[in-house]
């Protein structure tokens, strides 16, 4: 089969299965199993295609069918220009998720800092943090097992497993530190609106990581009681939020002895992360 039909043959099924991004997912299969860019894939138009090749395109066609997010059909997901090992014990990286990360890598650019990453799931928020901080090391820590087994494997290729360790270890069990820099990314959904979540989000990714309680900051709240114990004086928590939340994780900041410092919007202007200096 000539690559074109079976790109539009992928097509088919999948806007027959209401898949949105249909014609791309199609294409992007295909040029992952190929090995080829998308690019180059698309001007090969009178390549036959091998059958076991057209074999493996229909099932992971039939997995994109489901909902499977292309991240974890591929296991890998683009973030901060890196390739990420992602599998479906770490939540797949977003891009909003790298507004974060740039705030922070400008504010310690030149600066040696110790930091911690709570919640790391695939490291990708430590470990491109290291990747422009060149004095930074710390620490990446998660309650999944199987997360920080791939946030170490993510270490490894990324040659800083010397800089960053990680540990499969609950954020209760950290003491006898001081950090320059706290980071999380902690579950912030309300339990009651998972359902609500599109069905690539919660049918595939991880649970643990999605569930913020009744009123999805019950981790949030744990991470900034337990900061202002393990922070350096003066230093920063830089935490990702949810929509609409901000109001009243600033009230709990301020409280327990924290300013804002920065704020951070997403794409549609709304509040979605919050850097704060522990006074």
Same mark, same amino acid.
């Given at each position: 089969?000539?690559?074109?039909?079976?790109?539009?043959?992928?097509?088919?099924?999948?806007?027959?299965?209401?898949?949105?991004?249909?014609?791309?997912?199609?294409?992007?299969?295909?040029?992952?199993?190929?090995?080829?860019?998308?690019?180059?894939?698309?001007?090969?138009?009178?390549?036959?295609?091998?059958?076991?090749?057209?074999?493996?395109?229909?099932?992971?066609?039939?997995?994109?069918l489901?909902k499977?997010?292309m991240?974890?059909?591929?296991?890998?997901?683009?973030?901060?220009?890196?390739?990420f090992?992602?599998?479906?014990?770490?939540?797949?990286?977003?891009?909003?998720?790298e507004?974060l990360?740039?705030?922070?890598?400008k504010? !310690?650019?030149?600066?040696?800092?110790?930091?911690?990453?709570v919640?790391?799931?695939?490291?990708?928020?430590?470990?491109?943090?290291?990747?422009?901080?060149?004095k930074?090391?710390?620490?990446?820590?998660d309650?999944?097992?199987?997360?920080?087994?791939?946030?170490?494997?993510?270490?490894?290729?990324?040659? !800083?497993?010397n800089?960053?360790? !990680?540990?499969?270890?609950?954020l209760?069990?950290?003491?006898?530190?001081?950090?320059?820099?706290?980071?999380?990314?902690?579950?912030?959904?309300?339990?009651?609106?998972?359902?609500?979540?599109?069905?690539d989000?919660k049918?595939?990714?991880?649970?643990?990581?999605?569930?913020?309680?009744?009123d999805?900051?019950?981790v949030?709240?744990?991470?900034i009681?337990k900061?202002?114990?393990?922070?350096?004086?003066?230093?920063?928590?830089?935490?990702e939020?949810?929509h609409?939340?901000?109001?009243k994780v600033?009230?709990?900041?301020k409280?327990?002895?924290?300013?804002?410092?920065?704020?951070?919007?997403?794409y549609?202007?709304?509040?979605?992360?919050?850097?704060?200096i522990?006074?």
């Amino acid at each position: 089969m000539l690559i074109s039909k079976l790109i539009n043959s992928g097509s088919k099924i999948l806007k027959e299965g209401n898949v949105q991004s249909h014609m791309l997912d199609s294409e992007l299969i295909l040029s992952n199993l190929l090995n080829k860019s998308r690019e180059k894939l698309l001007v090969m138009t009178d390549y036959r295609v091998p059958k076991y090749v057209i074999a493996n395109f229909e099932k992971l066609v039939s997995r994109r069918l489901k909902k499977e997010p292309m991240a974890y059909i591929f296991q890998k997901k683009e973030f901060w220009s890196k390739d990420f090992i992602v599998d479906n014990n770490t939540l797949i990286p977003r891009p909003e998720t790298e507004l974060l990360v740039h705030k922070i890598a400008k504010i !310690f650019k030149n600066k040696k800092i110790f930091l911690l990453d709570v919640g790391t799931g695939s490291g990708c928020i430590a470990l491109s943090l290291l990747s422009e901080i060149k004095k930074a090391y710390g620490i990446g820590i998660d309650i999944s097992n199987k997360a920080i087994k791939i946030a170490r494997r993510n270490a490894k290729n990324f040659c !800083f497993q010397n800089k960053l360790k !990680f540990y499969h270890r609950s954020l209760d069990n950290i003491y006898g530190y001081k950090f320059d820099l706290i980071v999380s990314n902690p579950p912030y959904v309300c339990k009651h609106q998972i359902k609500n979540l599109s069905d690539d989000v919660k049918n595939y990714e991880p649970r643990i990581a999605l569930n913020g309680g009744n009123d999805g900051l019950d981790v949030i709240k744990k991470v900034i009681y337990k900061s202002k114990n393990i922070l350096k004086r003066k230093g920063m928590l830089a935490l990702e939020i949810g929509h609409g939340q901000y109001y009243k994780v600033s009230q709990i900041l301020k409280l327990e002895g924290f300013k804002d410092k920065f704020l951070i919007k997403d794409y549609q202007n709304n509040i979605r992360s919050i850097l704060a200096i522990l006074e």
